[in-house]
T-cell receptor, first 113, second 114 residues
């Protein structure tokens, strides 16, 4: 699976949009981009995933560049409860390897009041 | 609440002992995954079961084993425990074995080996 690079930490003011970048320059055509977050030792929580097109759900938006070498997770109106470690994962699922996720070190987002 | 349950929530034991962690997947999910999260190594994939069969193996030690039962719950057995096995152990589940499988994580079991 392609590796991802994320900044180790970021701050965001409460109520503002949080934009979390992720580089995945070696991504291949059949690899999806997933975002999970982990709030203080709780189980990781699924946020969103995409392949080529931008995606939006009730939690966040995912913007994937046209060359797919990077993506940005956007939390439109960050709240204190969004303080967490955010993991960007690039994953291809195959019958040979099952569905493993490599979580990496993620970005620790702190939402500031 | 993800719908995945794990027991126990906390476990304290001594070196050399054996423990069993239990996981019940979300209703309808056939895949179960086990992860270990320690302070120095982040979240590490251990093993995946799909409908009772081992599907994928990650960084699982030989002292560790897992199984998935006909009712789809899974158990992770850790034996000959060492201090370094102290960690959070997460179980996750998904509908199928792969493809667009979102994994839903349980609350974890915190293991402390003294």
């Amino acid at each position: 699976d392609a590796k991802t690079t994320q900044p180790p930490s970021m701050d965001c003011a409460e109520g503002r949009a949080a934009n979390l970048p992720c580089n995945h320059s070696t991504i291949s055509g059949n690899e999806y981009v997933y975002w999970y977050r982990q709030i203080h030792s709780q189980g990781p929580q699924y946020i969103i995933h995409g392949l080529k097109n931008n995606e939006t759900n009730e939690m966040a938006s995912l913007i994937i560049t046209e060359d797919r070498k990077s993506s940005t997770l956007i939390l439109p109106h960050a709240t204190l409860r969004d303080t967490a470690v955010y993991y960007c994962i690039v994953r291809v699922a195959s019958w040979d390897t099952g569905n493993q996720f490599y979580f990496g070190t993620g970005t620790s987002l702190t939402v500031i009041p | 609440d993800s719908g995945v349950t794990q027991t126990p929530k906390h476990l304290i034991t001594a070196t050399g002992q054996r423990v069993t962690l239990r996981c019940s997947p979300r209703s309808g999910d056939l895949s179960v995954y086990w992860y270990q999260q320690s302070l120095d190594q982040g979240l590490q994939f251990l093993i995946q079961y799909y409908n009772g069969e081992e599907r994928a193996k990650g960084n699982i030690l030989e002292r560790f084993s897992a199984q998935q039962f006909p009712d789809l719950h899974s158990e992770l057995n850790l034996s000959s425990l060492e201090l370094g096995d102290s960690a959070l152990y997460f179980c996750a589940s998904s509908v199928g074995p792969l493809y667009l499988e979102t994994q839903y994580f349980g609350p974890g079991t915190r293991l402390l080996v003294l």
